[in-house]
């Protein structure tokens, strides 16, 4: 059974930069395209990033473009997340999703997730 494990969230302030990681197991990592989405409180869950299955393709949403980068390490079956110039509004519940096959930015396709990971940006 797959599981994913999310780390790196915290509390940080307008600017800061954050790194969350992702580890997967129990599955064979390259055969999983690899996504982060988000959830604020009152608020649906929402498309931040996703990376192929050899990270040859990604793409961030538009409300996150220019400063967020979604990486993989194969070797190590772990997926990032760079966060840089963080943003009040960015404050939500981060979640890493796998899907078996093609990327994808629809949350209801992906097959396995994490717990979340909390990233609160103050003002």
């Known amino acids: 059974q797959v599981q994913l494990v999310e780390s790196g969230g915290g509390l940080v302030q307008a600017g800061d930069s954050l790194r969350l990681s992702c580890a997967f197991s129990g599955g064979t990592f390259s055969n999983y395209a690899m996504g982060w989405f988000r959830q604020a409180p009152g608020k649906e869950r929402e498309f931040v990033a996703v990376?192929?299955?050899?990270?040859?393709?990604?793409y961030t949403a538009d409300s996150v473009k220019g400063r967020f980068t979604i990486s993989r390490d194969n070797a190590k079956t772990t997926v990032y997340l760079q966060m840089n110039s963080l943003k009040p509004e960015y404050t939500a519940n981060y979640y890493c999703?796998?899907?078996?096959?093609?990327?994808?930015?629809?949350?209801?396709?992906?097959?396995?997730w994490g717990q979340g990971t909390q990233v609160t940006v103050s003002s």
């Open positions: 999703a796998a899907r078996s096959g093609s990327r994808s930015s629809s949350a209801q396709v992906y097959d396995y």
């Open positions: 990376i192929s299955l050899s990270s040859g393709y990604s």
